[in-house]
């Protein structure tokens, strides 16, 4: 515990032990519950970095949109919000993109997607691509925390499919990349994750994906081509991550198909 952030320390202090129901009877209140108990903490990060923040549609979908108090580039931020396409929205991912916005000076859009099983996939990616397609006009960039990562990486799958303009750069935050929820840390690592269960990851997997090919790219995003035309991804992933070796195995196949990556594995 002694080389842990003070963050880390927190984060594993106030984890719920049982983890919330992850069942479907409980999805419900396991939505209202997350957005409850996030709501004081982005509330003190509005208040410390006094950004501008509002929803405006674009391609048809509802984006939040952050605007750093200092503007410091003219291109945006496409950023896809986290928890496993059953749960999450731009709201509860905040006290992420609020920070991103802020350092890099970018205005950062955040789609609110539709989530499963109401909508399972393909769903959640014809609603992040009417907005990438949108985005990608100008020079931008993408950030994806989670599901948030599987949508980007999907994205940009397709978006090399159909000649449309890739990001500049990417930052994958514990991106959940392979729903087949393969990798040893999803064992080694359930129970001592503070946000995430291994059950989590197998009923979110089921109602996103419903009876489509789990290896399918547009599902799985790590099944896919990562050479040379994808532009350069960081990648960032904790010792106590569930996803874990999804981001390692995601970083491994970059560097044998000749992208270029960054993963950072902290403690």
């Known amino acids: 515990m002694d080389s842990l952030s003070i963050e880390a320390r927190r984060a594993l202090q106030n984890a719920e032990t049982p983890l919330m129901d992850r069942s479907l009877s409980g999805l419900s209140e396991l939505r209202y519950k997350t957005r409850k ?3 004081p903490a982005v509330d003190a990060i509005v208040k410390k970095n006094n950004v501008r923040i509002y929803t405006k549609k674009i391609g048809g979908i509802p984006c939040l949109h952050v605007y750093p108090l200092r503007l410091k580039v003219d291109w945006q931020i496409f950023y896809g919000f986290g928890g496993g396409f059953v749960s999450g929205s731009p709201f509860e991912d905040l006290t992420i993109a609020i920070p991103i916005s802020v350092t890099s000076g970018a205005v950062l859009i955040i789609p609110e997607y539709r989530l499963a099983p109401e909508s399972p996939w393909p769903a959640a990616l014809e609603d992040g691509f009417s907005v990438y397609q949108q985005l990608s006009e100008k020079p931008f960039a993408l950030v994806g ?3 948030g990562g599987n949508l980007g990486l999907a994205l940009m799958h397709r978006a090399i499919q159909l ?6 750069a990417a930052a994958f935050i514990s991106p959940w990349c392979d729903l087949t929820n393969s990798g040893d840390s999803i064992d080694a ?6 946000a995430l269960s291994k059950q989590h990851l197998s009923f979110a997997a089921k109602y ?3 009876d489509n090919n789990l290896c399918d790219p547009r599902i799985s995003p790590i099944n896919g081509e990562f050479d040379s035309t994808f532009p350069p991804c960081y990648i960032s992933t904790g010792t106590r991550d569930l996803l874990m070796s999804q981001s390692v195995g ?3 196949k970059f560097r044998r198909q000749g992208g270029t990556v960054n993963l950072r594995v902290w403690q």
């Open 37 to 39: 108990k996030i709501g």
């Open 145 to 147: 925390e989670s599901a």
């Open 163 to 168: 000649s449309l303009r890739l990001p500049h």
């Open 189 to 194: 690592n359930n129970g001592l994750d503070p």
């Open 208 to 210: 996103y994906a419903g």
């Open 250 to 252: 995601l970083a491994d």
